[in-house]
């Protein structure tokens, strides 16, 4: 998604706009994350802009993009862009990390994991 969100829309709200701009945002994220991954994908994970304009639009995390959407409102901004791309996810396992299994022992005396 590449969109460009006008914030000021006369005869309405701006507060009620905003909050249809983040609606429609986590709409968006919602419907890309039911899709079906492809074979060998674990998740799917997306690259973020959130600007004034696509030119000056400044790389997000996923966790951030409400906030700078949030932050540029503040600001008094006419209009925001937002661009929000899918690509794949895998998990890397870190082999240095090895499991720990825990053992407790109930009031029984016998040891659980």
Not at 3 to 11: A, S, T, V, Y
Request: charged fraction near 35%.
């Amino acid at each position: 998604m590449k969109k460009n969100f006008p914030l000021q829309i006369e005869g309405k709200n701006p507060d009620r706009v905003l909050e249809a701009v983040k609606h429609e945002i986590r709409k968006y994220f919602k419907r890309e994350r039911n899709r079906a991954l492809p074979k060998e994908v674990d998740f799917w994970d997306f690259d973020c802009k959130v600007g004034l304009t696509a030119d000056t639009a400044q790389a997000v995390k996923v966790s951030a993009v409400i906030e700078s959407l949030d932050a540029l409102a503040k600001e008094g901004a006419a209009s925001v862009y937002v661009e929000i791309l899918s690509k794949h996810g895998v998990r890397v396992i870190n082999p240095d990390n090895d499991p720990v299994i825990i053992e407790r022992v109930d009031d029984a005396g016998f040891a659980n994991r």
